[in-house]
């Protein structure tokens, strides 16, 4: 019997340092091309996608990432896996589409149609159906007349689009909205309808809104759906082995058939893990990687790399309780050698500030200082808050807010 092939933890360090582009001789020039690497930007937060994208650059700033989303348009940002806004290519956009977006849609539509079915707009299943396409042409109409517009403006456009529905009714959280904010996510899972610059400088969370042909005149293109999911899990495991069956399930949302489906036609290898468990890698992609020269990284909160797997002791050690809100997102992290050994946040007076947890040695200290330093100029006059998820414990210890 052959001998099963084994994947110690240097081996996976070494292949995140250089596939998430993190290594100093790893870095990129192109914004589009580290998106592109770690398959989406996490777009949550819109502040994880500009210092994401740069921290992995040689050079740039701000008004580059800018240029690739709203100028050269070549960056998307889609409602795409776990019904989470990524950011990607043009060319990884119709993958992530048909394998996640074109489910949440299904979805999404079946919600709002019980929302609406509260509000008295149609006496049956298919009249409220009908509401909803009508509803669905003006919102569409809109954005095509107006180019880019906010939520409040798509709303003032139609008056089915200023209806409001009732979210969690009953409920001691319960609230309103009206029907062209949901709309807005419905269009946008469906492929027809893209977050645009937003309000405000690249921190802020109110968009503007445009119909996806100003991004892709012929729109995306439609791929089959378990053709899309392969591909997508070649893509994920290409940057994120070797990653466990879980890992890829929590990371697209999907249910273990579309996993097992997607690996079957990939053909994966089976490899022992050090510290126990299963993982995938493609079968192409055996060979050892060499370790890169020592780095250090300061990753923003909710970034890709941190959040691309569901099984993370091989680089987060017993850090987690510190560093992830209670919804599992994990805040700002310090990096050394392919793994999590602290966290940073910015003080009072905006400057930023580190906290180890666990003992580094001077080497680590001083490469963490010059990312802090190159970091810094970046965020100068701009103070990121933690409004898409929770503070974590170290970031209300590093603010003072504990």
């Not at 996976?12 to 998106?35: F, G, K, Q």
């Not at 909803?132 to 089915?160: H, K, S, V």
């Not at 005149?217 to 495991?237: F, I, K, S, Y």
């Not at 579309?258 to 995938?280: N, P």
């Amino acid at each position: 019997m052959a001998t099963r092939m084994r994947v110690d933890t240097a081996e996976r360090r070494a292949r995140l340092a250089w596939r998430h582009r993190l290594a100093v001789e790893a870095r990129s020039d192109d914004p589009v091309e580290v998106a592109r690497d770690l398959v989406a930007l996490h777009g949550t937060d819109p502040s994880s996608v500009h210092l994401g994208a740069l921290v992995r650059m040689r050079a740039g700033g701000i008004a580059d990432v800018e240029r690739a989303l709203y100028e050269d348009r070549s960056l998307l940002r889609l409602l795409g896996m776990r019904r989470t806004v990524f950011v990607t290519s043009l060319d990884v956009a119709p993958v992530v589409q048909a394998a996640c977006s074109r489910a949440v849609a299904v979805r999404e539509r079946r919600n709002l149609a019980g929302f609406l079915a509260q509000t008295g707009v149609a006496a049956d299943a298919a009249g409220i159906e009908e509401w909803l396409a009508g509803a669905e042409r003006a919102a569409l109409d809109a954005l095509e007349a107006g180019g880019e517009i906010t939520a409040a403006e798509l709303a003032a456009a139609d008056p089915r689009l200023s209806t409001e529905i009732v979210l969690s009714r009953g409920k001691s959280y319960e609230g309103r909205q009206k029907v062209a904010s949901r709309l807005l996510l419905l269009l946008a899972a469906e492929g027809l309808a893209v977050r645009g610059r937003p309000r405000g400088s690249w921190t802020s969370h109110q968009y503007r809104w445009s119909p996806l042909t100003r991004w892709c005149p012929d729109g995306l293109a439609e791929l089959d759906t378990q053709e899309a999911e392969t591909d997508l899990a070649r893509r994920w495991l290409r940057t994120f082995g070797p990653g466990t069956a879980d890992d890829l399930r929590w990371w697209t949302g999907w249910t273990k058939t579309q996993v097992k489906r997607a690996l079957a036609e990939l053909g994966t290898v089976e490899a022992d893990l050090e510290g126990g468990g299963t993982g995938l890698l493609l079968p192409d992609d055996l060979d050892p990687t060499p370790a890169p020269d020592p780095w250090a990284a300061l990753l923003p909160a909710l970034d890709s790399t941190p959040m691309g797997w569901h099984e993370r002791d091989w680089y987060l050690g017993d850090h987690a309780s510190r560093l992830f809100d209670r919804a599992g997102n994990i805040g700002p992290s310090v990096w050394w050698n392919g793994r999590i050994v602290g966290g940073w946040a910015q003080d009072a007076t905006g400057e930023i500030v580190c906290r180890y947890l666990e003992e580094v040695g001077r080497d680590a200290e001083a490469a963490v200082r010059a990312e802090a330093e190159r970091l810094a100029p970046l965020l100068t006059g701009v103070r990121l808050t933690a409004r898409t998820r929770g503070k974590t414990w170290l970031e209300e210890e590093l603010t003072g807010t504990a």
